[in-house]
């Protein structure tokens, strides 16, 4: 099916709502992945470093991105592709969708050349589909994007989850609007809430990793772990091994030079 055939049926003439999943109980670890923006060789290594710290972990385990895995970095395309095949053996692989694929669904569904996506990374998303710089700027920009995007990576991206919860964690992008319940916060403060670290999130019955808001260091709280280190940005992206009643294990990769 062409991503645009498989987008009119999904949208119709409304963003969808965003589906949240529920366990009801924790595997053995949980390795939350912080905000990878295209940065696919940073993903491989941190993933590989992961493998190699699960050794010691018997029974299940999880990967787990807390969204805005495309745009701005090199190889958002690279990142959907790795994202769909298999994951490690014994591993279980969970997206939760960031703002920035919540910025080019809305894109895909209502193309303009004012569209927010494209200026937050979205040509860099383009130009990884294969999408050349001369038609970054072109009028029939959409119908070139729909074409250049498989429709597999549309659908992924659209059936992302907007949270994850365990009987030990909750997991969300943005972070949680303090004095909502967690049943009760909106699918915009799921995906777009900053508060810029305001809060400890101490109102809240479990601790709550996201991602969205970038940190020179991850910060880890009773209630608040925030994982995104702006791979993008400064060249790490990070990690937290999360068991309930224990305390975070931080994994990090950084770019390498020379």
């Given at each position: ?179 909502t319940p967690i049943a009760s916060q909106s699918r915009q403060d ?69």
């Open positions: 099916m062409p991503a645009s055939d498989f987008l009119l049926r999904l949208f119709g003439s409304a963003t969808p709502t965003g589906r949240r999943l529920a366990f009801d109980r924790d595997p053995a670890a949980i390795y939350a992945i912080g905000d990878v923006h295209g940065c696919l060789d940073l993903l491989l290594r941190l993933e590989a470093a992961i493998v190699a710290d699960a050794e010691t972990i018997p029974g299940d385990v999880w990967l787990l991105l807390l969204g805005d895995v495309i745009d701005r970095g090199p190889n958002p395309a690279g990142v959907i592709e790795h994202l769909l095949a298999p994951p490690p053996a014994r591993f279980t692989r969970y997206c939760l969708m960031g703002n920035h694929e919540d910025m080019m669904l809305d894109f895909l569904a209502r193309p303009s050349p004012a569209a927010p996506w494209l200026d937050n990374g979205g040509y860099e998303t383009l130009r990884s589909y294969g999408v050349p710089d001369t038609a970054l700027y072109a009028r029939n920009l959409g119908d070139l994007a729909l074409d250049a995007i498989p429709s597999e990576h549309a659908e992924f991206i659209a059936e992302l989850p907007v949270a994850i919860e365990t009987p030990g964690f909750l997991f969300v992008h943005a972070g949680v609007r303090p004095g799921l995906l777009w809430y900053r508060d810029n670290y305001a809060s400890d999130f101490g109102g809240f019955p479990k601790p709550i990793a996201h991602g969205h808001t970038p940190r020179r260091d991850p910060l880890v709280l009773p209630r608040r772990i925030a994982l995104d280190t702006g791979a993008c940005f400064t060249g790490r992206l990070t990690a937290a091994r999360l068991v309930p009643g224990r305390p975070p294990v931080l994994i990090s990769e950084a770019v390498r030079h020379g």
